[in-house]
């Protein structure tokens, strides 16, 4: 920690002191002339100057650092690869290795070392060029903080004058610290710490004497010293450097000649704004969310330090899951799996997998794409009508209605009489749930999901119900929750603590809880939920936990095919599809997801363990209330056959797929989002119009006819 020293401070230097220091540096440059003029051109220079060079409030750009839950690195982004570090963990070898070659007479002069610029003006003179320089390692530290590399007269002049300030204000240790936690040592690495990674892959603790003297060597020319780019030229200024030590007295003789036999030993080169990821979607949705809240230039170059809801036990089973049944999927030409795992009584996402291959496609399936669930987005329907006082054992009619010109088919063709709400779930029976909505109101479902936390538009068609609005996979699981928790929902959440670069708090995020149904209506449903896998569509997911519940879902053509289930504790989602909107090989939700949301329930339960963070207490007040539904009119039944077929909220291609050119790697502030327009056909037509896209921002929704017909 950098602490000034005794003695008072003034935001301008006062004349006195700043022709005191001119004086000096005019002898010391050997730029003798008019005291009075020294006086006056040191004054005229002092202006462009920082009026209170305090390296106490200074914070140098560096790599944010993204935990997981159990603290492993999930990964690092910066534009100067920068972890600063106490002078106490930087190795006495590297120190002395800087100090040897760099400044021999660091310890031993003010800022300024005359002796030394006497030294070089004769070597250069000798030489008829430049071939040495007399800048002090704090000389260089104040080029580095405050000025540019400008070669002038001007700068020269400035730099001294900031030397000497800086070296008044502050012990040698605390300028070497800074100094080493600062300055470029080539690839990206600025600091010590970063550059014992970008060369070896070590902490510096582990840091040989040969290691130390490789990185002393580098910052005199980053660039042309590197080993990665001249080899031999990195070897020979290493061996300078150990000379150096030996003749200053920090090794001996036999330690310098030993260590200059060994060979350079690197990890491999990493030229990039982003370190490797582990959990490679859900660490570049936290960046993304990061640079939503802080802006880019703080995730960038602030040094954050990160801590996230991730648990890598559970996220490995979830890649693993995903990674095994991705053969199998793409021979029924589905190309592409998305998977979100989150903690419900808190809304910690747990495990999140955006695709099947993050170095093919960073496009974030989970949280980008915007598809139609399908029946997945019945369960609200049927939560309305269990809030407005109904039963699984009521009875609805199953029979085909003529709504506005559409009829609703069923997604196995078959024709249903009275049918009880319980049924109509576990079996999805489309006409059943589309004749519910109509009993309930369509306005009020929109309510339920609204408030449970679906925020994409949701338009009120009647096609609503078999889930012709598109959603992501995340607001989706997220929604589920709800039922899972007695009514309660929490919003998903990734990030749990950020702190700056020394460790202070900078934020912390507690779950949100607020009451979206009430305890019995939630209650009601998640039984219903059970029964979809205990006797309906979600069968194949058996056999994971006698409590387990769920959701199956599948859209027109087979385009898309969900599974949101969920046993105690832990709740999980599947999507499957393809970027290109394209339509599956005949893939429905329980033969395209449930084995992949069953082979990730089985092996995340040996290793999940829920998160200690305890919510507040909810009570039964604020869940959703309902307007009056709307008076039935009198419908004739229809025979399905011969119908037209069901115009439906469709997302346009460019919404639901990712970017044409897919990027190949992150670079900064430009992670890919989707926003495109959506394009929305509700049942029975429509004008053209403005609304509020998924971002927010206004687009222009036209109409196109299509289908769909929600299968399970």
């Given at each position: 920690?950098l602490?000034?020293?005794?003695g ?7 004349m ?6 001119g004086?000096q540096?005019l ?14 051109v ?16 200074f914070?140098?750009?560096a ?7 159990g ?16 002078i106490a ?9 800087v100090v040897?070659v760099?400044?021999?007479r660091?310890f031993?002069?003010h ?13 250069n ?5 430049m ?9 260089q530290?104040?080029?580095?903080l ?8 001007t ?19 605390e300028i070497?610290?800074?100094y ?39 910052p ?10 001249n ?8 061996d300078?450097?150990?000379r150096r030590?030996w003749?200053?007295?920090?090794i ?7 260590v ?6 690197l990890?491999?080169e990493k ?16 960046v ?18 990160v801590f996230t809801t991730?648990?890598?036990p ?13 053969p ?23 495990a999140?997998?955006g695709?099947?291959?993050?170095s093919q496609?960073e496009?974030?399936r ?17 939560a309305?009508?269990?809030?407005q ?11 085909a ?16 009489g ?9 079996r ?16 009020n ?5 609204r ?20 959603v992501t996979?995340?607001e989706?699981?997220?929604?589920y929750g ?26 912390r995020f507690?779950?949100q ?10 209650q009601v ?16 997911a058996?056999g994971?936990?006698?409590?387990a519940?769920g ?19 832990l ?9 290109d ?6 893939l ?11 082979a ?6 040996k290793?999940f ?7 507040a ?6 869940a959703?209330?309902y ?6 009119k ?31 790697g992150?670079?900064?502030g ?26 927010g ?9 299509g ?6």
């Amino acid at each position: 920690m950098l602490s000034r020293r005794a003695g008072g401070l003034s935001l301008r230097w006062k004349m006195l002191h700043l022709a005191l220091l001119g004086f000096q540096v005019l002898l010391a440059l050997g730029l003798s002339g008019a005291l009075g003029m020294g006086i006056g051109v040191f004054v005229g220079v002092a202006k462009s100057l920082p009026t209170d060079p305090n390296l106490a409030e200074f914070t140098p750009k560096a790599a944010t650092c993204i935990f997981a839950s159990g603290g492993e690195l999930l990964g690092k982004v910066w534009t100067e690869k920068r972890e600063p570090v106490p002078i106490a963990q930087i190795p006495k070898n590297l120190q002395e290795a800087v100090v040897a070659v760099e400044d021999k007479r660091f310890f031993r002069h003010h800022g300024i070392d005359f002796h030394g610029i006497l030294r070089a003006a004769k070597a250069n003179l000798s030489k008829g060029r430049m071939v040495e320089g007399a800048s002090t390692i704090t000389q260089q530290l104040a080029r580095d903080l405050y000025l540019t590399r400008r070669r002038t007269v001007t700068r020269k002049i400035q730099e001294a004058i900031l030397a000497l300030e800086i070296e008044r204000r502050y012990s040698k240790q605390e300028i070497l610290e800074l100094y080493l936690n600062q300055v470029n040592f080539g690839h990206g690495a600025y600091g010590a710490n970063s550059a014992a990674r970008v060369y070896f892959g070590k902490d510096l603790k582990d840091l040989s004497l040969g290691e130390c003297a490789l990185l002393g060597g580098l910052p005199q020319r980053p660039a042309t010293n590197s080993p990665y780019v001249n080899p031999q030229v990195a070897r020979a200024r290493r061996d300078l450097v150990l000379r150096r030590m030996w003749e200053q007295g920090y090794i001996t003789e036999a330690q310098s000649k030993t260590v200059q036999q060994e060979k350079i030993q690197l990890v491999g080169e990493k030229p990039s704004l982003w370190e490797k990821l582990q959990a490679p979607y859900f660490t570049s949705y936290v960046v993304q969310e990061l640079i939503e809240r802080y802006g880019e230039r703080r995730v960038y170059e602030g040094g954050l330090r990160v801590f996230t809801t991730i648990q890598m036990p559970v996220q490995r089973e979830a890649e693993k899951a995903v990674e095994a049944n991705a053969p199998r999927l793409k021979r029924l030409r589905a190309s592409q799996t998305a998977l979100v795992a989150i903690h419900p009584q808190t809304g910690h996402i747990i495990a999140m997998v955006g695709g099947v291959d993050y170095s093919q496609s960073e496009y974030n399936r989970a949280t980008q794409a915007r598809r139609q669930p399908g029946s997945a987005f019945k369960p609200f329907v049927y939560a309305t009508a269990i809030g407005q006082g109904m039963l699984p054992s009521s009875v609805i009619s199953g029979q085909a209605q003529n709504i506005g010109g559409w009829v609703c088919k069923n997604w196995d063709g078959a024709q249903y009489g009275s049918v009880t709400l319980a049924r109509g779930l576990a079996r999805s029976i489309n006409t059943a749930t589309v004749n519910l909505q109509e009993r309930v109101g369509r306005e009020n479902v929109i309510r339920t999901a609204r408030a449970m936390g679906i925020k994409s538009r949701l338009l009120p068609v009647a096609s609503l119900a078999i889930g012709a609005n598109v959603v992501t996979l995340l607001e989706l699981v997220g929604a589920y929750g709800g039922f899972m928790t007695d009514g309660i929902r929490y919003e998903p959440m990734a990030v749990v603590r950020v702190e700056d670069y020394r460790g202070r708090v900078i934020d912390r995020f507690a779950p949100q809880p607020k009451r979206a149904l009430t305890a019995k209506t939630a209650q009601v449903v998640r039984g219903m939920l059970q029964g979809v896998i205990s006797g309906g569509t979600g069968g194949g997911a058996r056999g994971v936990d006698p409590q387990a519940g769920g959701k199956t879902g599948t859209t027109s053509d087979n385009k898309d095919v969900w599974f949101i289930g969920f046993v105690p504790g832990l709740l999980a989602g599947v999507w499957a599809g393809n970027d290109d909107n394209s339509p599956t090989s005949g893939l429905v939700g329980s033969t395209g997801c449930v084995p992949t949301w069953k082979a990730f329930m089985l092996g995340a339960l040996k290793v999940f363990e829920p998160p200690r963070t305890v919510a507040a207490a909810v009570g039964e007040e604020g869940a959703v209330s309902y307007e009056p539904p709307p008076k039935a009119k009198k419908r004739q039944p229809s025979s399905v056959s011969g119908e037209g077929k069901m115009p439906v909220a469709s997302p346009s291609p460019a919404e639901s797929s990712p970017p044409r050119k897919a990027s190949t790697g992150p670079a900064k502030g430009s992670l890919e989002t989707g926003g495109s327009p959506e394009t929305f056909t509700p049942a029975g037509g429509g004008a053209k119009g403005k609304y509020s896209g998924p971002s927010g921002e206004g687009s222009s929704g036209s109409h196109s006819k299509g289908s769909t017909k929600a299968a399970e």
